[in-house]
């Protein structure tokens, strides 16, 4: 151990210190760790609220959805599907149907999007269908010839529907009659109630197979768009360049970015937000330390003078002042750090913070750190704490040793 070391350490554990000196030198450690554990735990927030947004997002939606120009839709789909399939980097292409209809429960009614999807090749990417509440994912015309519908969770408790049950959907898109249009209605039995996790889907959302929702919609044979999910999601822009090339100037592609721009990009506002404000505690912790490289200086003004007068050089006195405010900084961010992550691991393991799904699309607060994250806090803890002492060091290596002993 160098000398600067030796006195830094020495000054820091001497049982000889004021109390006062040393409550505080207590505080600036404990206020370096609440700034690093707050925000450590604001931006575990926040990137779990992100990662648990994006997949739950991914679990229901595509990660490309190529749209025809025309407002048509896509008639010889099937063609486009083959022509398309073994592009580089494609998981699954699926055709779907959207629309919006009327359901109809026990005498209450509600607006719901209704999606029509080909079941055996949604089964295999969507998620929505996978986690089936009750009843089964079963899209199979029943003897009477009625289709079968999915509900989601909530929409189901809502209306207080459950598998077996029959329900009426009418569709916007009726019948052209001497009396004007019809809005046209179709009976359907729900065979199985789905729970995505994502409060929306699970409250607006309904399944039913491509024939039933083109039926409903008296439109043919037709889609409205091909969903594409992709092998890597970091080749997503990539893979739909290529897809709308392939499809030709009759087609349009949008990314699961793009559809939800708006939304991760005030995440991303908001991490940038937290990290400016609640940095602030930190900044004040290194006020403390501030105080306490003064207070220091002041107390041990006497030894300074000692250690000058014996042949110590004025850098040696500054580093013995700066490794001080390093130590203290670097037990603070290290106990912010282990308290931070700790805080933040046992919140989201045992979804300790409910949430209401319905404002906030997911039921808890989940937490997910980032040892990015980790690196940057502690470089700037410690930056700031090692900043606040260098006006206090810079002090004590002007002191003159004979202003100071001149009475000794």
């Given at each position: 151990?160098?000398?600067?070391?030796?006195v830094?350490?020495r000054?820091?554990?001497s049982?000889?210190?004021p109390?006062?000196?040393?409550?505080?030198?207590?505080?600036s450690?404990?206020?370096?760790?609440?700034?690093?554990?707050?925000l450590?735990?604001a931006l575990?927030?926040?990137t779990?609220?992100r990662?648990?947004?994006?997949?739950?997002l991914?679990?229901?939606?595509?990660h490309?959805?190529?749209?025809?120009?025309?407002p048509?839709?896509?008639r010889?789909?099937r063609e486009?599907?083959?022509?398309?399939?073994f592009t580089p980097?494609?998981r699954?292409i699926?055709?779907?149907i959207?629309?919006?209809v009327?359901?109809?429960?026990?005498?209450?009614?509600?607006?719901v999007?209704?999606?029509?999807?080909d079941?055996e090749?949604?089964?295999?990417?969507?998620?929505?269908l996978?986690?089936?509440?009750s009843?089964?994912?079963?899209?199979?015309?029943?003897?009477?010839?009625?289709p079968?519908i999915?509900?989601?969770?909530?929409?189901?408790?809502?209306l207080?529907?459950?598998?077996?049950?029959?329900i009426?959907?009418?569709s916007?898109q009726?019948?052209?009659t001497?009396f004007?249009?019809?809005?046209?209605?179709?009976?359907?039995?729900?065979?199985?109630?789905?729970?995505s996790?994502?409060?929306?889907?699970?409250?607006?959302?309904?399944?039913?197979s491509l024939p039933?929702?083109?039926?409903?919609?008296?439109?043919?044979?037709?889609?409205?768009?091909?969903e594409?999910?992709?092998l890597?999601?970091?080749?997503?822009?990539?893979v739909?360049?290529?897809l709308?090339?392939?499809a030709?100037p009759g087609f349009?592609?949008s990314?699961w970015?793009?559809?939800?721009?708006?939304l991760f990009?005030?995440?991303?506002?908001?991490?940038?937000?937290?990290?400016?404000?609640i940095?602030?505690?930190?900044?004040?912790?290194?006020l403390n330390?501030?105080?306490?490289?003064?207070m220091?200086?002041?107390?041990?003004a006497?030894?300074?003078?000692?250690?000058?007068?014996?042949?110590?050089?004025?850098?040696?006195i500054?580093?013995?002042?700066?490794?001080?405010g390093?130590?203290?900084g670097?037990?603070?961010?290290?106990?912010?750090?282990?308290?931070?992550y700790g805080?933040?691991?046992?919140a989201?393991?045992?979804?300790?913070i409910?949430?209401?799904?319905e404002i906030?699309?997911v039921?808890?607060?989940?937490?997910h750190?980032?040892?990015?994250d980790?690196?940057?806090i502690?470089?700037?803890?410690?930056?700031?704490c090692?900043a606040?002492?260098?006006?206090?060091?810079?002090?004590?290596?002007?002191?003159?040793?004979?202003?100071?002993?001149?009475?000794?």
């Open positions: 151990m160098n000398f600067e070391w030796l830094a350490l000054y820091l554990r049982p000889n210190r109390a006062v000196l040393r409550l505080v030198t207590l505080l450690v404990i206020g370096v760790a609440a700034g690093v554990a707050t450590v735990i575990a927030m926040n779990g609220f990662q648990a947004i994006r997949d739950r991914l679990g229901v939606t595509a490309i959805n190529l749209k025809p120009v025309s048509e839709g896509i010889s789909y486009l599907i083959a022509k398309l399939n980097g494609v699954s699926a055709p779907a959207y629309n919006t009327l359901l109809t429960a026990g005498g209450t009614s509600r607006g999007v209704l999606k029509g999807i079941p090749i949604e089964k295999q990417s969507n998620e929505a996978r986690r089936i509440a009843g089964k994912p079963d899209f199979a015309l029943d003897p009477d010839g009625v079968a999915l509900v989601g969770a909530i929409m189901a408790e809502e207080k529907i459950s598998a077996g049950d029959y009426s959907l009418t916007p009726g019948s052209l001497p004007g249009i019809v809005p046209r209605s179709r009976r359907f039995r729900v065979t199985g109630v789905f729970n996790g994502f409060y929306d889907y699970d409250a607006n959302w309904g399944f039913v039933s929702a083109q039926s409903l919609a008296g439109i043919g044979d037709v889609v409205s768009l091909l594409v999910r992709c890597q999601l970091d080749d997503v822009e990539h739909a360049e290529v709308r090339a392939r030709g349009t592609t990314t970015m793009d559809e939800n721009r708006a990009r005030a995440l991303s506002l908001e991490k940038l937000v937290t990290a400016m404000f940095g602030l505690i930190t900044f004040v912790a290194g330390v501030l105080v306490v490289m003064t220091t200086v002041t107390d041990k006497r030894d300074i003078a000692v250690l000058v007068a014996m042949g110590a050089r004025r850098v040696q500054r580093r013995i002042f700066l490794l001080q390093l130590i203290v670097g037990i603070g961010t290290l106990l912010g750090l282990i308290a931070g805080l933040s691991s046992a989201d393991k045992w979804r300790l409910p949430l209401n799904a906030y699309a039921p808890y607060v989940p937490f750190s980032s040892g990015l980790a690196v940057w502690a470089a700037a803890a410690v930056a700031i090692i606040a002492t260098l006006l206090p060091a810079r002090a004590a290596a002007k002191i003159l040793p004979v202003e100071i002993l001149r009475f000794e």
